[in-house]
């Protein structure tokens, strides 16, 4: 059963700097890898989505890699700001199992940045 | 807008009251689904639909109930709510399933405790 991970599970930084969150998954047989940010009382909303054949995703301060045969992506922030304080998730959406489509999720990186 | 609504967004209930969380959405999606949020468990599937009238099991369907009539609609049903099911709801969409690999969008989500 495919199972994901993020690490860190909480990080604190100062304003400005570049930042990376990891995210490792077991199976690498997925459709795409989504990066998501959830901010307290609020949805999710999707930053990155990559592709099984691709290999980064780039959105403004953003920049999403995928290694699919290592299990691993990354989501850089650079310059980070106040405003990117939130939880990030990671989520995969595997080719086979039950719940068709269905993402499996990582817990989540709770991102803190210090003005 | 394009956009997954949920209703009602914050919702305290006693246990045994039947109700129903609706979710929407604007885009002409094919597939939607069903998520519910734990500390410590992240965010796991409970219910998805391939398209109108086909609806299945994902990963915690225990105790809930769904259904598809119209495209736009995918309502979540707890026939007899116990204090397990408090939690925070996810309905999500993409435009199609079932090996197509389409970016998924999320609702505002939905806080349901039961009492």
């Known amino acids: 059963k495919q199972e994901v991970t993020q690490i860190p599970a909480a990080l604190s930084v100062p304003e400005g700097e570049n930042l990376v969150l990891n995210c490792s998954f077991t199976d690498s047989a997925i459709y795409n890898l989504q990066w998501f940010r959830q901010d307290p009382g609020k949805g999710l909303t999707s930053l990155l989505l990559?592709?099984?054949?691709?290999r980064e995703q780039t959105s403004g301060r953003l920049n999403a890699s995928l290694d699919k045969s290592s299990g691993r992506s990354t989501l850089y922030i650079a310059a980070s700001q106040p405003g990117d304080s939130a939880t990030y998730l990671c989520?995969?959406?595997?080719?086979?199992?039950?719940?068709?489509?269905?993402?499996?999720f990582g817990k989540g990186t709770h991102l803190i940045i210090q003005p | 807008e394009a956009q997954v609504t949920q209703n009602p967004r914050y919702l305290i209930t006693v246990t045994g009251k039947k109700l129903t969380v609706t979710c929407s959405q604007n885009m002409n999606h094919e597939y939607m689904s069903w998520y519910r949020q734990d500390p410590g468990l992240g965010l796991r599937q409970i219910y998805y639909s391939m398209n109108v009238e086909v609806t299945d099991k994902g990963d915690v369907p225990e105790g809930y109930k769904v259904s598809r009539k119209e495209k736009r609609n995918f309502p979540l049903i707890l026939e007899s709510p116990s204090p397990n099911q408090t939690s925070l709801y996810f309905c999500?969409?993409?435009?199609?399933?079932?090996?197509?690999?389409?970016?998924?969008?999320f609702g505002p989500g939905t806080r349901l405790t039961v009492t």
């Open positions: 990559i592709q099984s054949s691709q």
């Open positions: 989520a995969v959406r595997p080719t086979s199992g039950g719940g068709a489509d269905g993402l499996t």
């Open positions: 999500a969409s993409s435009l199609k399933g079932g090996g197509v690999s389409y970016e998924q969008y």
